[in-house]
């Protein structure tokens, strides 16, 4: 048992569980918030989390410490009951304002162990568990805390003259808990200033005898340029458990990078029969998630020119088979799983990817034009426009789930949410769907929605360019109901015209950033990033200051360890990683 804490065990004859000391091992480069970084009190802040004490302030992920806010007196009682091993609640209930409070139990204990005697005096019936806490609280706070009884010569600040807690601020400096609050004079305390939280990770791991833990540099994150030589690039993408980067070239190529070179030859070459110009081409390609074992692996590529006007095509999901040489497809092996029929050349929107349920997932766009030419939005009886979900393991050439939401009902089957514009790269993680939606002439957006209860979402075109309403067009009247509105904007007015949706980072290079999404805009170039935690948006961050701007982003992938890679259509590739 810590000294201190017998002192306060004669005191109160309280008996005071001390809380097991965490076994600290080496800390993470950054530590373990990624808030805190450069702060002064950062070692401070490891300590105490070390012990335990702190948890963070950003449930359920907790990475963030949240260091320049205020300490209220509910989280004050939650520190020193973490901090003191304080079980004894005396009962419970011990003010009649802290009923609704997070930390009701917390307020109970230390008013048991009489460290606080209420915030109404006489009565004291009141806590005011949301009211911040003062320096000069707190000196009363941590001396009944810690048993401090020693003033020393007294008098040690100039500004403390008039707080009814003077005598409690000297017993502070003398036990060495504070210094003051003007170094390097320190002649001063602030009585009446507000304790944030840094400062009180400084109060607590001096009152506790903790050795502060300054945590090895946070990783930079620098762009390295991987590959060179490409012709027009529009996807990336590894097999399971593959280290090869496979990549898409939109005249209807793919090529392997393997151990730091570009293999040459092709894996796959279509070019005979992909329609390449403007929109069009070979734009995706997606490995069955048992690729090691069936050697089958899926592609979205552009068809010729139909008959019906300027950019009349058709779209397929063709299905291949890798021949006995990993390096190189069987290109006669191809199977049509779908053709959808475009009466424009943009808007295809032209992602495939197998989700989290092995399931093959398809983004399509709303077949082209303005202002949704063909109407399809809001039509559920067209696969445009829409997010398709689809079983290439049962059926011929698919079975439609059984769990997609338009299943016996009206609309096609093989759609799970619909009112996409053009939905220009897609990503799943954590049970969540992103999805960049490239706007007409006011907003970009992204959506995100959960996998098990967005089914069916409809994200508003052509009523809504993101939450900007678009309607008063033939085809858009205004009238889409239950919309699911983008989590994140680009603005055109900012020099935003096509967004580029990406990848949530899952690397180990950058262990700070796993769980971040990055995406971009084709026209600035500027690289951007959030992490969707809680159900919202955390963490923005434009990476413009640091990375620069990067032209030409047509696309992101990811490889087998989940670090991310930026598609440039200039025919580069360049990764995510620490400097």
């Given at each position: 048992?810590?000294?201190?804490?017998?002192?306060?065990?004669?005191?109160?004859?309280?008996?005071?569980?001390?809380?097991?000391?965490?076994?600290?091992?080496?800390?993470?480069?950054?530590?373990?918030?990624?808030?805190?970084?450069g702060?002064?009190?950062?070692g401070?802040?490891?300590?105490?989390?070390?012990?335990?004490?702190?948890r963070g302030?950003?449930?359920?992920?907790?990475?963030?410490?949240?260091?320049?806010?205020?300490?209220t007196?509910?989280?004050?009682?939650?520190?020193?009951?973490?901090?003191?091993?304080?079980?004894?609640?005396?009962?419970?209930?011990?003010?009649?304002?802290?009923?609704?409070?997070?930390?009701?139990?917390?307020?109970?204990?230390?008013?048991?162990?009489?460290?606080?005697?209420?915030?109404?005096?006489?009565?004291?019936?009141?806590?005011?568990?949301?009211?911040?806490v003062?320096?000069?609280?707190?000196?009363?706070?941590?001396?009944?805390?810690?048993?401090?009884?020693?003033?020393?010569?007294?008098?040690?600040?100039?500004?403390?003259?008039?707080?009814?807690?003077?005598?409690?601020?000297?017993?502070?400096?003398?036990?060495?808990?504070?210094?003051?609050c003007?170094?390097?004079?320190?002649?001063?305390?602030?009585?009446?200033?507000?304790?944030?939280?840094?400062?009180?990770?400084?109060?607590?791991?001096?009152?506790?005898?903790?050795?502060?833990?300054?945590?090895?540099?946070?990783p930079?994150?620098?762009?390295?340029?991987?590959?060179?030589?490409?012709?027009?690039?529009?996807?990336?993408?590894?097999?399971?458990?593959?280290?090869?980067?496979?990549?898409?070239?939109?005249?209807?190529?793919?090529?392997?990078?393997?151990?730091?070179?570009?293999?040459?030859?092709?894996?796959?070459?279509?070019?005979?029969?992909?329609?390449?110009?403007?929109?069009?081409?070979?734009?995706?390609?997606?490995?069955?998630?048992?690729?090691?074992?069936?050697?089958?692996?899926?592609?979205?590529?552009?068809?010729?020119?139909?008959?019906?006007?300027?950019?009349?095509?058709?779209?397929?999901?063709?299905?291949?088979?890798?021949?006995?040489?990993?390096?190189?497809?069987?290109?006669?092996?191809?199977?049509?799983?779908?053709?959808?029929?475009?009466?424009?050349?943009?808007?295809?929107?032209?992602?495939?990817?197998?989700?989290?349920?092995?399931?093959?997932?398809?983004?399509?766009?709303?077949?082209?034009?303005?202002?949704?030419?063909?109407?399809?939005?809001?039509?559920?009886?067209?696969?445009?426009?829409?997010?398709l979900r689809?079983?290439?393991?049962?059926?011929?050439?698919?079975?439609?789930?059984?769990?997609?939401?338009?299943?016996?009902?009206?609309?096609?089957?093989?759609?799970?949410?619909?009112?996409?514009?053009?939905?220009?790269?897609?990503?799943?993680?954590?049970?969540?769907?992103?999805?960049?939606?490239?706007?007409?002439?006011?907003?970009?957006?992204?959506?995100?929605?959960?996998?098990?209860?967005?089914?069916?979402?409809?994200?508003?075109?052509?009523?809504?360019?993101?939450?900007?309403?678009?309607?008063?067009?033939?085809?858009?009247?205004?009238?889409?109901?239950?919309?699911?509105?983008?989590v994140?904007?680009?603005?055109?007015?900012?020099?935003?015209?096509?967004?580029?949706?990406?990848?949530?980072?899952?690397?180990?290079?950058?262990?700070?950033?796993?769980?971040?999404?990055?995406?971009?805009?084709?026209?600035?170039?500027?690289?951007?990033?959030?992490?969707?935690?809680?159900?919202?948006?955390?963490?923005?961050?434009?990476?413009?200051?640091?990375?620069?701007?990067?032209?030409?982003?047509?696309?992101?992938?990811?490889?087998s360890?989940?670090?991310?890679?930026?598609?440039?259509?200039?025919?580069?590739?360049l990764?995510?990683?620490?400097?």
């Amino acid at each position: 048992m810590r000294p201190h804490l017998v002192v306060r065990l004669l005191l109160t004859a309280i008996v005071i569980t001390t809380a097991t000391p965490a076994v600290a091992g080496p800390l993470p480069p950054g530590g373990s918030f990624v808030d805190d970084d450069g702060n002064i009190h950062e070692g401070s802040i490891e300590a105490i989390a070390a012990e335990n004490i702190t948890r963070g302030c950003n449930p359920p992920a907790n990475d963030r410490y949240c260091p320049s806010g205020t300490v209220t007196r509910g989280e004050m009682a939650a520190f020193l009951v973490r901090a003191l091993g304080l079980v004894d609640d005396g009962g419970g209930d011990l003010f009649v304002d802290d009923d609704t409070s997070i930390f009701e139990g917390d307020i109970d204990r230390i008013g048991a162990a009489g460290i606080t005697r209420g915030c109404n005096p006489p009565a004291n019936t009141d806590y005011c568990p949301d009211d911040p806490v003062t320096r000069e609280q707190m000196a009363a706070f941590l001396v009944r805390a810690f048993g401090y009884t020693d003033p020393g010569a007294g008098d040690w600040f100039v500004d403390d003259d008039t707080s009814i807690f003077e005598s409690d601020i000297d017993r502070l400096r003398v036990a060495g808990v504070t210094l003051g609050c003007n170094p390097p004079a320190n002649d001063r305390f602030c009585p009446r200033d507000p304790v944030l939280r840094d400062q009180m990770a400084s109060f607590l791991t001096r009152a506790l005898g903790l050795t502060p833990m300054v945590p090895p540099p946070r990783p930079v994150a620098v762009l390295e340029t991987v590959v060179t030589g490409l012709s027009s690039p529009t996807y990336l993408t590894s097999p399971p458990g593959d280290q090869r980067l496979f990549i898409v070239e939109k005249r209807g190529t793919v090529r392997i990078f393997e151990s730091g070179a570009l293999r040459p030859g092709f894996f796959l070459d279509v070019r005979s029969d992909t329609l390449n110009g403007g929109e069009t081409g070979l734009l995706s390609l997606a490995f069955h998630p048992e690729y090691a074992t069936n050697g089958r692996f899926y592609v979205y590529q552009s068809g010729s020119l139909q008959p019906g006007g300027s950019g009349h095509h058709t779209s397929y999901i063709y299905e291949y088979s890798v021949s006995a040489d990993p390096y190189d497809a069987d290109e006669s092996s191809r199977r049509e799983i779908l053709a959808v029929d475009q009466r424009a050349p943009n808007h295809n929107g032209g992602q495939i990817e197998f989700g989290p349920d092995a399931m093959l997932w398809i983004g399509l766009g709303d077949e082209g034009g303005q202002d949704d030419t063909y109407g399809n939005g809001q039509d559920l009886d067209t696969l445009h426009g829409a997010m398709l979900r689809i079983d290439v393991d049962a059926g011929s050439p698919y079975a439609v789930p059984s769990d997609n939401p338009f299943v016996g009902a009206a609309g096609r089957d093989e759609i799970w949410a619909y009112g996409l514009r053009n939905p220009w790269r897609w990503a799943f993680y954590g049970g969540d769907l992103y999805i960049a939606d490239v706007g007409q002439n006011a907003r970009e957006e992204v959506n995100v929605v959960s996998l098990a209860a967005g089914a069916g979402s409809n994200f508003g075109w052509c009523d809504w360019e993101g939450t900007r309403s678009h309607a008063g067009f033939a085809n858009c009247p205004g009238s889409a109901s239950g919309v699911t509105f983008p989590v994140a904007e680009l603005s055109h007015s900012a020099g935003n015209c096509s967004i580029t949706g990406g990848r949530v980072y899952d690397g180990s290079a950058l262990p700070d950033l796993v769980g971040h999404y990055f995406y971009a805009d084709l026209c600035r170039g500027h690289l951007l990033s959030f992490e969707w935690a809680g159900g919202a948006v955390t963490n923005a961050k434009d990476w413009t200051g640091e990375l620069g701007t990067i032209g030409g982003i047509w696309s992101f992938g990811s490889d087998s360890d989940g670090e991310l890679y930026i598609v440039r259509g200039s025919g580069t590739v360049l990764r995510l990683a620490a400097g």
